[in-house]
C-alpha cells in the first residue's frame, strides 16, 4: 500500500516560513489532484492549497503567503508557508487523488506550530 510522507513541519517564530514536502512511498500512476488540508485542534480539517494540473487553489486567510508547488518527476508536492501567524498552527496533511478508480491517499499528517 502505497503512502504519503511528509515532512518540514516544526516550530517557527511569527513572521517565519516554512516549506512542507510530500512525497509516496512507491509509485502512484495517474495522479490528477495534489492538495494540502490543515486541522487545528478541535476545528474541522480544511484545504489550505490544491493544485490540479497548472491550477492552483488556495484557503483566502493564505493568499500571498502560502505558495503550492508540484515536481512531476518526483510526484511531490510542495506547501511554501511564508510570514507565519499562530493561527495557522495545525497540523498539515497532504492529499492525493489518481483518476485511476479515483483513489485517494493521504498523508500522516505533520505538525506546524507558530510561536514565539
Known amino acids: 500500500q502505497v503512502q504519503l510522507v511528509e515532512s518540514g513541519g516544526g516550530l517557527v517564530q511569527p513572521g517565519g516560513s516554512l516549506r512542507l514536502s510530500c512525497a509516496p512511498s512507491?509509485?502512484?500512476?495517474?495522479?490528477?489532484?495534489m492538495g494540502w488540508y490543515r486541522q487545528a485542534p478541535e476545528k474541522q480539517r480544511e484545504l489550505v492549497a490544491s493544485?490540479?494540473?497548472?491550477?492552483?487553489n488556495y484557503e483566502d486567510s493564505v493568499k500571498g503567503r502560502f505558495t503550492i508547488s508540484r515536481d512531476n518527476a518526483k510526484n511531490t508536492v510542495y506547501l511554501q508557508m511564508n510570514s507565519l501567524k499562530p493561527e495557522d498552527t495545525a497540523v498539515y496533511y497532504c492529499?492525493?487523488?489518481?483518476?485511476?478508480?479515483?483513489?485517494?491517499?493521504w498523508g500522516q499528517g505533520t505538525q506546524v506550530t507558530v510561536s514565539s
Open positions: 492529499k492525493y487523488r489518481s483518476y485511476y478508480y479515483g483513489n485517494i491517499y
Open positions: 512507491g509509485t502512484i500512476f495517474g495522479i490528477d489532484y
Open positions: 493544485i490540479a494540473s497548472s491550477t492552483t
